[in-house]
């Protein structure tokens, strides 16, 4: 009941090889071994400029991992008929802009529906779930319902980045109130680490945290079996500490 799940990105890890290209460290090896560490899931993002994962990784995880697959992806034709004939556990579509470091901020599912419904459908058709990346704003989650889409990742950028001042935290809840109030799976993730993953891992509608970046630059000093073990300690020991069960 009201369970929390880690899921870890290894898009990250793919950064490190491309800076060098070759095929070390491979994104599936560390796939691997954060599933035995603690992970729940293996997220990645297939971006349109295959900055970090490139196809081939995708389909060697999808072949290789027993874990539910997280695509992380734009919202283009292309990237439909990938996921399409790869088949992942979910698809979290994300924006994306070719000039980004990282991703900025949510989707404007407000302003797309007519162009998400469509391709949100598309997706389930074949039996994907799918997850709508969006900032924590309520106008945002209640065209998520109006999509049909099962499941939103909040933003937690702006949080992480703002960690302390409560307001945003607030945002945060209020969000995830909202979607579970709607029937909507709640996920979060971007910019979390030890320090302030505790207050959203509380959020009782919280059901998984997407975490990468930190986790990988972190098991650089303490090795990744060690840093996936310790978020999902934390994440756990907060939903505990709210008193809902695991």
């Known amino acids: 009941m009201n369970i929390i799940r880690l899921g870890f990105n290894i898009d990250h890890v793919a950064t490190i090889r491309n800076a060098r290209g070759g095929l070390h ?4 090896r560390a796939a691997e071994i954060a599933l035995k560490a603690g992970a729940d899931g293996i997220t ?3 971006r349109e400029d295959r900055r970090h994962i490139r196809d081939d990784d995708l389909a060697r995880v999808s072949a290789s991992i027993d874990a539910p697959i997280n695509l992380e992806m734009a919202v283009t034709n292309e990237m439909l008929g990938i996921a399409i004939a790869t088949r992942p556990h979910a698809v979290c579509l994300v924006p994306e802009k070719r000039q980004e470091v990282t991703t900025e901020g949510g989707l404007d599912a407000a302003g797309m529906i007519e ?5 949100v459908a598309r997706l389930k058709d074949a039996e994907i779930r799918v997850s709508l990346f969006i900032d924590p704003d309520i ?4 065209a998520a319902a109006r999509i049909g ?29 909202r979607a579970a109030a ?4 709640c996920h979060a993730g971007h910019g979390l680490t030890f320090g302030n993953v505790a207050p959203v891992a509380a959020l ?9 970046h930190f986790l990988v630059g972190e ?4 090795g990744l079996p060690v840093v996936i073990a310790e978020m999902k300690a934390r994440i756990v020991a907060a939903r505990h500490e709210t008193g809902v069960s695991q």
């Open 182 to 185: 709607l029937g909507i799976e």
């Open 25 to 28: 460290p491979d994104p599936l």
């Open 115 to 119: 162009t998400l419904a469509p391709f």
């Open 44 to 46: 990645l993002h297939l």
């Open 139 to 142: 106008a945002q989650v209640e």
């Open 204 to 212: 009782p509608p919280i059901a998984e945290l997407n975490i990468g």
């Open 219 to 222: 098991a650089v000093f303490l």
């Open 149 to 177: 889409a099962p499941v939103v990742e909040l933003h937690t950028g702006t949080y992480a980045e703002n960690y302390g001042h409560e307001a945003e935290l607030a945002r945060l809840a209020s969000a995830a109130s």
